[in-house]
């Protein structure tokens, strides 16, 4: 079973910043098999990325995925206020799982 | 629009059993997977298991199977969750999400309660 490791535990940052979060798979998969989402308390999760760097319909520009291999990051670029969430990175290959989670939140 | 609406939230006993459900609209319910994901109160995301509802094919994460049973029923375009005995350890928010290129869309979540 792939295990992803997501680091930091918590980004804290001022709007207009750059959050860059990082997943490091335990193993080599293909990039097309790597999905992000954002989590807000009480609401559903969200899609934001697929394929590591394909955007969602509807997710703003701001939100960009690259990497590849074993090493994927998430970048934020000019953070608003309502992008305070817990992002989590997953696997979808031949199996699927789950980051631990990245907490940005705004100072 | 794809929609997928969970069942509203229980609160049961350790040892009773319980089905949450996902009723899915806007789309071909027989040809997408479906997934089911826990989330314990503070903790992150778990992938319990996945079923394609066009032939019933279901795969289950090993630390799920044998706790819980995945179905679908394509007359009613719903996707079910079940448990013969709860427990305690099971309390936490349960989503169902459409597969394709990720979990693309998602359920708003049933919680499920269990405590004497």
């Known amino acids: 079973e792939i295990v992803l490791t997501q680091s930091p535990d918590t980004l804290s940052l001022s709007p207009g910043e750059t959050a860059t979060l990082s997943c490091r798979a335990s193993q080599y998969f293909s990039s097309a098999f790597l999905a992000w989402h954002q989590y807000k308390p009480g609401q559903a999760p969200r899609l934001l990325i697929y394929g590591a760097s394909t955007r969602a319909t509807g997710v703003p520009d701001r939100f960009s995925g690259s990497g590849s291999g074993t090493e994927f990051t998430l970048t934020i670029s000019g953070l608003e206020p309502e992008d305070s969430a817990v992002y989590f990175c997953q696997h979808y290959a031949d199996s699927i799982t789950f980051g631990g989670g990245t907490k940005v939140e705004m100072k | 629009e794809v929609q997928l609406v969970q069942s509203a939230a229980e609160v049961k006993k350790p040892g009773e059993s319980l089905t949450i459900s996902c009723k899915a609209s806007?789309?071909?319910?027989?040809?997408?997977?479906i997934g089911w994901v826990r989330q314990k109160p503070g903790k992150g995301l778990e992938w319990m298991g996945i079923?394609?509802?066009?032939?019933?094919?279901?795969r289950y994460s090993p630390s799920f199977q044998d706790q819980v049973t995945i179905s679908a029923d394509t007359s009613v375009t719903t996707a079910y969750l079940q448990w013969d005995t709860l427990q305690a350890s099971d309390t936490a928010i349960y989503y169902c999400?459409?597969?394709?290129?990720?979990?693309?869309?998602w359920g708003q979540g049933t919680l499920v309660t269990v405590s004497s």
């Open positions: 999400a459409r597969h394709s290129g990720g979990f693309e869309s």
């Open positions: 806007g789309y071909t319910f027989g040809s997408y997977w």
């Open positions: 079923i394609y509802p066009g032939d019933s094919d279901t």
